[in-house]
Antibody, heavy 118, light 107 residues
Framework: EVQLVESGGHLVQPGGSLRLSCAAS????????MNWVRQAPGKGLEWLSYISTSGGTIYYADSVKGRFTISRDNAKNSLYLQTNSLRAEDTAVYYCVRRSSDWNFDYWGQGTLVTVSS | DIQMTQSPSTLSASVGDRVTITCRASQSISSWLAWYQQKPGKAPKLLIY???SLESGVPSRFSGSGSGTEFTLTISSLQPDDFATYYC?????????FGQGTKVEFK
């Protein structure tokens, strides 16, 4: 069974940093590209970042470019999102999402909540 | 950037109703369109991909159609488990833009 389990979200002050993690199991992690998607409270879904299977190709949404860094460790079956210079508008549930070979966002984690507030 | 617009934002329906949700793209996306269902406090669940392909395990009462800029999600006979928020999404190999969502609620 495919499982994606996010962790690392909590309350942080504006300007602070957090490292989000996603532990993958039930599939060959190194064979799949991965994404981060977030959802602000009561709002819609926003794609944030993409990383290829090897980590050699990375993309970001304009809203987080220069502040967030995606990475992966295929030996540890883990995906990461380093979030810096956090703002109130970054408050959201952050989801780790697998991309299928057909480019679908086919499996989602349960999400981890990041709250940016003083 | 491609914008996705769903209508309606809220839909009131009863069990057994046929429900249709529309999604429009600001430019042609061919058939690179997916539909998701999300329940409160849960992650989105993929229902339809490539505009009309049913994801494995999804009931056949869900169907998708369209290409280019106009797409439709249809639930042929609404079931109690289907009351949720539905999102369309255009996607490519690295990103995806979501519509604002359509909440299907009890009439």
């Amino acid at each position: 069974e495919v499982q994606l389990v996010e962790s690392g979200g909590h309350l942080v002050q504006p300007g602070g940093s957090l490292r989000l993690s996603c532990a993958a199991s039930g599939f060959t992690f190194s064979s799949y590209s991965m994404n981060w998607v977030r959802q602000a409270p009561g709002k819609g879904l926003e794609w944030l970042s993409y990383i290829s299977t090897s980590g050699g190709t990375i993309y970001y949404a304009d809203s987080v470019k220069g502040r967030f860094t995606i990475s992966r460790d295929n030996a540890k079956n883990s995906l990461y999102l380093q979030t810096n210079s956090l703002r109130a508008e970054d408050t959201a549930v952050y989801y780790c999402v697998r991309r299928s070979s057909d480019w679908n966002f086919d499996y989602w984690g349960q999400g981890t909540l990041v709250t940016v507030s003083s | 950037d491609i914008q996705m617009t769903q209508s309606p934002s809220t839909l009131s329906a009863s069990v057994g109703d046929r429900v249709t949700i529309t999604c429009r793209a600001s430019q042609s996306i061919s058939s690179w369109l997916a539909w998701y269902q999300q329940k409160p406090g849960k992650a989105p669940k993929l229902l339809i991909y490539k505009a009309s392909s049913l994801e494995s395990g999804v009931p056949s009462r869900f169907s998708g159609s369209g290409s280019g800029t106009e797409f439709t999600l249809t639930i042929s006979s609404l079931q109690p488990d289907d009351f949720a928020t539905y999102y369309c999404q255009q996607y490519n190999f690295y990103s995806g833009t979501f519509g604002q969502g359509t909440k299907v609620e009890f009439k």
